[in-house]
């Protein structure tokens, strides 16, 4: 089956990090950009940045760079938040990109960070 | 950055209506947008790419349009299952950017 499996929940206190996973299957990992969304409850989606598995080229959004950083693997993507606050309280979701498009065909369940003191 | 607008951010239907959402980019994207539907606990999903091409298994009554900075998605004839949140994003530059959302209720 043609998946994205994304790691369990975490609870972290402010000035803490926290990484998360997004592990890839059915499909070959190498040819799909994967991008990371946030969601704040109840708001919108905001795009953080994306990573080219095959030679790790990685865009960032200005609003999350030298906060957050992408990587990847053999067929996981990762996504560290650096010193968290409470503000990055958030669902964290991957999504996979089309080959021949930029638009998310495939999305992870989502990964839901809490920050609290 | 490119700023994606929609418009309204609520949408009062009944079922069997015709819904219209309107997205609005502060600069041409040509036809690099895309729509999604997301529903209460769960990932978005795409409906819409290249701003009128529906994506595998999304229902004909889903159509979008548009090009340069204005696109539409339309619902005809609503369902049920169609009441959900739908947002707008562009990939024609970096960063891509998602629009706020319009609730469909």
């Known amino acids: 089956e043609v998946q994205l499996v994304q790691s369990g929940a975490e609870v972290k206190k402010p000035g803490e990090s926290v990484k998360i996973s997004c592990r890839a299957s059915?499909?070959?990992?190498?040819?799909?950009?994967i991008a990371w969304v946030r969601q704040v409850p109840g708001e919108g989606l905001e795009w953080m940045g994306i990573?080219?598995?095959?030679?790790?080229d990685i865009k960032y959004s200005p609003s999350f760079h030298g906060q957050v950083t992408i990587s990847a693997d053999e067929s996981t993507t990762y996504l560290q938040l650096n010193t968290l606050k409470a503000s990055d309280t958030a669902m964290y979701f991957c999504?996979?990109?089309?080959?021949?498009?930029?638009?998310?065909?495939?999305w992870g369940q989502g990964t839901m960070v809490t920050v609290s003191s | 950055e490119i700023v994606m607008t929609q418009s309204p951010a609520i949408l009062s239907v009944s079922p069997g209506d015709r819904a219209t959402l309107s997205c609005r980019a502060t600069?041409?994207?040509?036809?690099?947008l895309a729509w999604y539907q997301q529903k209460p606990g769960q990932a978005p999903r795409l409906l819409i790419y290249?701003?009128?091409k529906r994506a595998t298994g999304v229902p004909a009554r889903f159509s979008g349009s548009g090009s340069g900075t204005e696109f539409t998605l339309s619902i005809s004839l609503l369902q049920s299952e169609d009441f959900a949140v739908y947002f707008c994003?562009?990939?024609?530059?970096?960063?891509?950017?998602f629009g706020q959302g319009t609730k469909v209720e």
């Open positions: 290249g701003a009128s």
């Open positions: 994003q562009q990939y024609n530059d970096w960063p891509r950017t």
């Open positions: 999504a996979r990109s089309m080959v021949s498009t930029g638009a998310y065909d495939l």
């Open positions: 990573i080219f598995p095959p030679d790790y």
């Open positions: 600069q041409s994207i040509s036809s690099r």
């Open positions: 059915g499909y070959t990992f190498t040819t799909h950009y």
